[in-house]
């Protein structure tokens, strides 16, 4: 019934408006893919309306109009694009609409190819207007809620995704997405008006997404939303907070909290010193009260990633006003804490927005390599120096542990750099921290043989003992 209604619609192409003349007879011995092409344009026509497709025909390609008419083809091809189809019937008896849904994927792969031609196209209002609706039209969508049972925790269960039938569009939807707000030829100015604070509200309501491949997508696009339109940062860290907060206090229930956090974990980094009252009251009201949901097990890595960042970059801004004499009230379990990072396994994946063409570039932060940069300032070098009598010692093991256990080659340079500011720094202090540091692994290790020789005692006098009445028994892993 709805093809027969569209159907209805008149089919305007570009080359003429009036009714096609005879064709000729060489005509009537086209070749079948060019029978197909036409089948393919009257199909479109019958399920697309006349208004989404007017003004020029959506079936052309990019390189066979002028650029004048390219403005006017990518704004046709968009709305096409605006047409939503249900994957809910997974029935292979019940095929509708399937050529339907291959034209709009062929359409949203050409204009992913479109965007990221060598020279990019500069949008026009109208070009950004017309893919803000396509983007809300496709993405923009209510999730069923979906009740776990309130007697177990959500940690202790091993429940299977939830993919969304609709991922071979929106997955394309979101590429097309992520390469609009990566162009460099987007005016932010112009663009702001329609990636506005409501548009925003609903690309974050999204990352409650079932789907994990939808919230990782959603990952890469805020941030890059965050690093584009910077005069909607402070909407988007309070937007985000709010998240966090009606989780935390009444929901207890998101799918996107580790997302999110990870999110924040590299605009954490990035935070200028001295940290602004917002970010500090960020950390108090939003992330210490993430420790509460009984599903903190969760996003737990992340969460401790953003708190222990946090905390270095505003240690590090204390100790740049702070004086030899006030740093040995502290300095013990200070160091101890720093020791602590300097060993954390912790490490945060982030997009650098320095290169738009390099979209999926990523590299990883460590705590460690964080905890190493206070190194990097004069004025806290000089701080230790002054009391390396008593920080050395504490520091010196993690320092070891990282040269010969750390996989991560920018966080082994770094600690080589400071090793090797410590031997300068203090030679004779530095080799007695090193012979103190191998009797300790000396000890270490001769305890855990002696503990290993004792378990394989204890498993052979277990399996030659005959088992009578209650006797213990000492069950292994291999039994």
Not at 63 to 87: H, R, W
Not at 280 to 305: E, S
């Amino acid at each position: 019934m709805l093809k027969q209604l569209l159907s209805k619609f008149p089919r305007k192409s570009s080359k003429s408006d009036g009714p096609d003349p005879s064709p000729p007879a060489s005509a009537a011995n086209a070749d079948p893919p060019t029978a197909r092409a036409g089948a393919v344009k009257r199909m479109s026509s019958a399920v697309f309306p006349a208004s989404l497709v007017a003004g020029i025909e959506p079936l052309l390609n990019f390189k066979d109009v002028t650029s004048t008419e390219k403005q006017n083809l990518f704004i046709t091809k968009i709305n096409l694009c605006c047409v939503v189809f249900d994957f809910s019937d997974t029935n292979p008896g019940n095929n509708g609409n399937t050529n339907e849904k291959d034209l709009k994927r062929q359409t949203l792969i050409e204009l992913i190819d479109f965007m990221s031609a060598g020279s990019p196209p500069r949008f026009t209002e109208p070009m950004v207007a017309a893919v803000s609706k396509m983007f809300s039209a496709n993405l923009f969508r209510v999730f069923s809620p979906k009740y776990r049972s309130s007697s177990v925790g959500w940690e202790n269960e091993e429940e299977e995704p939830t993919f969304d039938p609709a991922w071979t569009h929106l997955q394309l939807v979101y590429d097309l997405l992520l390469k609009f707000v990566s162009l460099s030829t987007l005016d932010a100015k112009m663009a702001k008006k329609h990636i506005d604070h409501a548009f925003i509200l609903k690309l974050l309501d999204l990352f409650d997404s079932e789907d994990p491949r939808e919230r990782e997508c959603l990952k890469t696009v805020l941030h890059r939303v965050y690093g584009k339109f910077m005069v909607h940062r402070p909407f988007i860290r309070k937007s985000v907070s709010n998240i966090f907060y009606r989780f935390a206090f009444e929901t207890e229930r998101h799918n996107g909290i580790a997302e999110l956090l990870e999110v924040f974990g590299s605009v954490i980094s990035g935070f200028a010193l001295p940290l602004k009252e917002e970010h500090k009251m960020f950390l108090w009201r939003a992330l210490i009260p993430l420790h509460r949901p009984k599903t903190v097990g969760l996003y737990l890595q992340q969460l401790t990633y953003c708190k222990e960042v946090m905390f270095l970059g505003e240690l590090e801004e204390i100790l740049e006003s702070t004086h030899a004499g006030e740093l040995q009230k502290v300095m013990v379990p200070l160091f101890r804490r720093i020791g602590c990072c300097l060993n954390s396994s912790h490490f945060q994946n982030i997009l650098f927005d320095i290169s738009y063409k390099s979209m999926n570039s990523k590299v990883q932060i460590f705590v460690a390599e964080r905890a190493l940069f206070l190194w990097n300032n004069d004025h806290i070098v000089n701080l230790i120096a002054q009391n390396r009598q008593a920080i050395l010692p504490i520091i010196f093991p993690s320092l070891e542990r990282n040269t010969r256990n750390h996989w991560n080659q920018a966080v082994l340079n770094l600690t080589l750099n400071v090793r090797k500011l410590f031997s300068e720094m203090d030679p004779d202090l530095f080799l007695i921290c090193q012979e103190r540091f191998e009797e300790e692994e000396a000890k270490l290790a001769e305890a855990e043989e002696k503990r290993r020789l004792t378990w394989e005692q204890l498993e052979s006098a277990a399996a030659v003992q005959p088992v009578s009445g209650n006797t213990p028994v000492l069950v292994t892993a291999h039994a």
